[in-house]
């Protein structure tokens, strides 16, 4: 369960990485933080890109390490019951938090 866990938080990092520092300029790209708030507006999907790419940043390594003390600490079934629930709470915090913000701008946009 080590490994799968390196392995999604690294691909977390580094999907956050690329939405911060190359982030799609187009909507018809490959990737991108697609939801019908974000590709309904041009400024909606920079802001939405660069809010979920930051959060992922961010958050992974977090995740990351949270998830290795888990494997320390707690028996198999109980560990990945515990990992799953702490990439699903960052996954679901980026989304919030990502589609507040769009609501927000397009509040002060509109």
């Given at each position: ?15 956050g990485a690329v939405l911060t520092f190359f982030p799609s300029r ?62 699903f709470i960052l996954l679901m915090s980026m989304f919030i938090m ?13």
């Open positions: 369960m080590v490994i799968i866990s390196i392995i999604l938080g690294v691909s977390l990092l580094l999907l187009n909507k018809e790209n490959g990737y991108g933080y697609r939801t019908f708030r974000s590709t309904s507006d041009e400024k909606l999907w920079e802001e939405g890109n660069r809010l979920s790419g930051k959060v992922l940043l961010y958050g992974s390594p977090l995740g990351l390490m949270i998830c290795l003390g888990i494997n320390i600490f707690f028996n198999s079934m109980l560990n990945v019951m515990l990992q799953f629930f702490i990439w990502t589609e507040k913000r769009l609501i927000e701008v397009e509040r002060n946009y509109k």
